[in-house]
């Protein structure tokens, strides 16, 4: 199946500093990406949906300051988590739609941001 | 809105036993269904999925049938095996009108743990 590479897989950081996350479609072209975050044992809750060339829909409560998102092509976008703090620690996992294969959205293998 | 529901968890069940994993759904319009996997540590995998009612997604020994008129798609396994333990997601994509950009909604998941 398609393949979808999220990187870093495992981030800590200090408080007060941002991070950036890649995803990228290593076999498809995606003008649509998504951005989940995952709190243990529990559901995945989407973030925003980021599309190729224009602005990131968030979704309702989601700051779009605190979560910036890019998609400056059609293989890659990033979340960077801006002036991170320790309530942001958290899996968050991507993924990527692909038109080409009725729509089926493919899951990166998430990064874990431990904030200190 | 569109939403899922699924069997809560956790499963525990000896290799070789049946597995049955309940999912039912609110959609409007006329959704496509997943099921996704997630594996400790990782993020998720599609495991199978169907598109149109009647349908049946399998992989890997899976099967699920996708029942519109029971707004059903319970996911079976003949015979589990200790490789199976993971948590298993139930999910829709929203299809038709409106423009939908083809989020995924997601149930809670559901814990399965084979013991050998």
């Known amino acids: 199946g398609a393949v979808v590479s999220q990187h870093p897989s495992w981030v800590i950081c200090k408080s007060g500093t941002s991070v950036k996350i890649e995803c990228r479609s290593l076999?498809?072209?995606?003008?649509?990406m998504f951005w989940y975050r995952q709190f243990p044992k529990q559901s995945l809750m989407l973030m925003a949906t980021?599309?190729?060339?224009?602005?990131?829909?968030?979704e309702q409560g989601v700051e779009k300051d605190k979560f910036l998102i890019n998609h400056a092509s059609l293989t890659l976008s990033t979340l960077t988590v801006t002036s991170a703090h320790p309530e942001d620690s958290s899996f968050y996992i991507c993924?990527?739609?692909?038109?080409?294969?009725?729509?089926?959205?493919?899951f990166g293998a998430g990064t874990r941001l431990s904030v200190l | 809105g569109n939403s899922v529901t699924q069997m809560e968890g956790p499963v525990t069940l000896s290799e070789e036993a049946f597995l049955t994993i309940n999912c039912t759904y609110t959609?409007?319009?006329?959704?496509?269904l997943f099921w996704y996997v997630q594996y400790p540590g990782e993020g998720l995998q599609l495991l199978l999925k169907?598109?149109?009612?009647?349908d049946k997604g399998s992989n890997k020994g899976f099967e699920a049938t996708y029942r519109k008129e029971t707004t059903s798609f319970h996911l079976e396994k003949g015979s589990v095996q200790v490789s199976d333990s993971a948590v298993y997601f139930c999910?829709?994509?929203?299809?038709?009108?409106?423009?939908?950009?083809?989020?995924?909604?997601f149930g809670k998941g559901t814990l399965l743990t084979v013991n050998p």
């Open positions: 993924s990527a739609r692909d038109p080409g294969a009725k729509n089926i959205q493919y």
């Open positions: 076999d498809f072209q995606a003008t649509t």
């Open positions: 980021s599309n190729e060339g224009s602005k990131a829909t968030y």
């Open positions: 959609a409007t319009g006329y959704p496509s």
């Open positions: 169907a598109t149109k009612a009647d």
């Open positions: 999910a829709l994509s929203a299809v038709g009108s409106g423009g939908s950009n083809y989020k995924l909604t």
